[in-house]
């Protein structure tokens, strides 16, 4: 299993930036595919973005599509999520999720398919 620690959340006014950083630790992090979920106040966990373990597919829930990219570093463990153009119904709790894959080209959407969860971090973003 990979141990995953997410940070780079905070409080940002609408308009905004930030990046997510999704640290790794454990052997498998190259060859596990990646994704960020979110999950705002009294709703269920939804799909943000998912990477292969090559970063050579991406995938992206259509309310992100042209504001979010994810992106991978294998040499630093890390999976990052950058988000732009931040609007107040981005405010969730952000969620790294990593599976083992066997394909390079494979990314995964489905909640039930990540086997290695962090423990979120706080995405606010005011109006």
């Known amino acids: 299993q990979v141990q995953l620690v997410e940070s780079g959340g905070g409080l940002v006014q609408a308009g905004g930036s930030l990046r997510l950083s999704c640290a790794a630790s454990?052997?498998?992090?190259?060859?596990?595919?990646m994704g960020w979920f979110r999950q705002a106040p009294g709703k269920g966990r939804e799909f943000v973005a998912g990477?292969?373990?090559?970063?050579?597919?991406?995938d992206y829930a259509d309310f992100v599509k042209g504001r979010f990219t994810i992106s991978r570093d294998n040499t630093k463990n890390t999976v990052y999520l950058q988000m732009n153009d931040l609007k107040p119904e981005d405010t969730a709790v952000y969620y790294c999720?990593?599976?083992?894959?066997?394909?390079?080209?494979?990314?995964?959407?489905?909640?039930?398919?990540?086997?290695?969860w962090g423990q979120g971090t706080q995405v606010t973003v005011s109006s």
């Open positions: 990477i292969s373990y090559s970063g050579g597919s991406t």
């Open positions: 454990g052997r498998t992090f190259n060859s596990a595919a």
């Open positions: 999720a990593a599976r083992p894959a066997y394909r390079s080209g494979t990314y995964y959407v489905r909640e039930d398919e990540y086997s290695s």
